[in-house]
């Protein structure tokens, strides 16, 4: 195991090297001068040639990238154009309230989708599974963009009140941040919950009708040793496999929630490619060593 998490953290490196290469280049090389934008704008220089020259924005391309690389390595992202100050104070401040929303959601995903599928499987084709599916297909068509905008906005045109509360990190008053990440966490964690609550209760129903699940019921044990004992861990191992693929699109979604409810994310950083990157890595080991706990038939190498 600890070879096979070492080999894995070793690979990891060039595939963060490609991901920044390629950001990196697609952002040099999009329409626009953002010196223009930096002189105009923020009045960070009279001359845009001269502020070029400052930045290292004059230089090819490879020598820019090798700059940046090596600065990142050094913990210096650069300075924010908006706010002025260093990407690595910001990334301090905003990583954790995405990271924080993202895990909030993912929880709320996992913590409905798992029970709800199991329910749904053993009271297969009644109409407690009727209604959970019928929801679940309902979740899966509403795009979760369009129910937060209709939260923000709709209250606002009805009582002339904004849902929007102000935001507080963690430590400052545990109460109120929990409270503003409810509703976007809820909205995220539930669109993701029913494509997961689906694949819980296929993997159920397949499990279920296994030999050694039958024998399990022959010999009178209680349903609920059955299902969670027997059944539910052989049946987790494709759903972990979702759960890791959902990571992406869940940390994808948390930055649209964070634009339209206006929390101190990471959403405006170009770092978020970089980090973000990091963490899909991360979850996706994560995930693999999962793996080995629920089946242990299965060998990483």
Known sequence: MRKYVVQRLLLMVPTVLFVSMVIFSLIRLIPGDVTQIMVENFKYADDTKELKRQLGLDQPIPVQYARWLWGVVRGDFGTSIWTKRSIG?????????????????MLVSVALAIPVGVLAAIRQDTWIDYVLRTFSIIFLSVPGFWLATLVVVLPSLWWQKSPLLPW???HEDPLRNLLVLTTPALILGVDRAAALMRMTRSQMLEV???DYVRTAWAKGLRERRVVLRHALKNALIPVVTIIGLQVPVILGGSLIMESIFNLPGMAMLQAI????TVTVLAVNLVVDIIYAYLDPRVRLG
């Open 89 to 105: 104070d910001e990334l301090k401040t905003r990583f954790p309230v995405s990271l924080e929303l993202g895990l909030y959601a």
């Open 168 to 170: 507080a990190y963690f």
């Open 208 to 210: 279920l009708r296994q």
């Open 273 to 276: 490619t970089v980090v973000f």
